[in-house]
Structure formats: structure tokens, C-alpha cells
């Protein structure tokens, strides 16, 4: 299973920034998928999630109005546009599969990518 995570980079705040997530080697249409970032210094946070359809959204209140998850089940592909970026956006943003569990918790994942920097000034 691979799961390879693009689009970050170093933009101004206020600035919008949308990242991809390719999966490969497992039936991606069966499952959830979520964003996790992780902070220089600070623990790993729930960003995002999308269940396995499409249907369902759900984000954490830092990035609520902000940031739109979304999949292509036919391109086994999940995105996260992002907009109005704030400098407490900054960090590095994983991609997770997760076939049951509950999914606000990275311990539920089964599969992670490799994580796409995203780093924006003030």
C-alpha cells in the first residue's frame, strides 16, 4: 500500500494551497480517508476525514470554513483544498486510510503517506 501525499510548499497567509493524495495497493473506495498535520514541536492533529463515499465530511474547528476535503474514488485520490491560510497552518500534512474506527484518532489509520510540507509566512 502506498500512499503519496503532494502539493504543499511556502506560500503568504491568506493564500491557498491544495493537496493531493495518491493511493495505490488497496481498494481505496472502501475507505475512509483523512488528513493529519504535525508541527514542529507538537503532536500530530486531526485535520480532516472523508468516509468512504464521499458523503461525510468532518474537520477540526481550527481549519472548519477553511478547508474542503474531498475524493475521486476513480482517480484513488483524495484532496485537501485549503484556503485562507494562517502561519499556524504550517506543517508538515499526512494522508491516512482508515477502513473502520473512529476518525478523528490516528490510532484508527491503517495506512499513511510520507507527508508533504506546507509552510506559510506571515
Known amino acids: 500500500v502506498q500512499l503519496q501525499a503532494s502539493g504543499g510548499g511556502l506560500v503568504q497567509a491568506g493564500d491557498s494551497l491544495r493537496l493531493s493524495c495518491a493511493a495505490s495497493?488497496?481498494?481505496?473506495?472502501?475507505?475512509?480517508m483523512g488528513w493529519f498535520r504535525q508541527a514542529p514541536g507538537k503532536e500530530r492533529e486531526f485535520v480532516a476525514h472523508?468516509?468512504?463515499?464521499?458523503?461525510?465530511?468532518y474537520y477540526s474547528d481550527s481549519v472548519k470554513g477553511r478547508f474542503t476535503i474531498s475524493r475521486v474514488n476513480a482517480k484513488n485520490t483524495v484532496y485537501l483544498q485549503m484556503n485562507s491560510l494562517k502561519p499556524e497552518d504550517t506543517a508538515v500534512y499526512y494522508c491516512?486510510?482508515?477502513?473502520?474506527?473512529?476518525?478523528?484518532?490516528?490510532?484508527?489509520?491503517?495506512?499513511w503517506g510520507q507527508g508533504t510540507q506546507v509552510t506559510v509566512s506571515s
Open positions: 495497493g488497496l481498494t481505496f473506495s472502501i475507505y475512509g
Open positions: 472523508i468516509n468512504w463515499t464521499g458523503d461525510r465530511t
Open positions: 491516512a486510510a482508515a477502513r473502520f474506527g473512529s476518525w478523528y484518532r490516528d490510532t484508527e489509520y491503517d495506512y
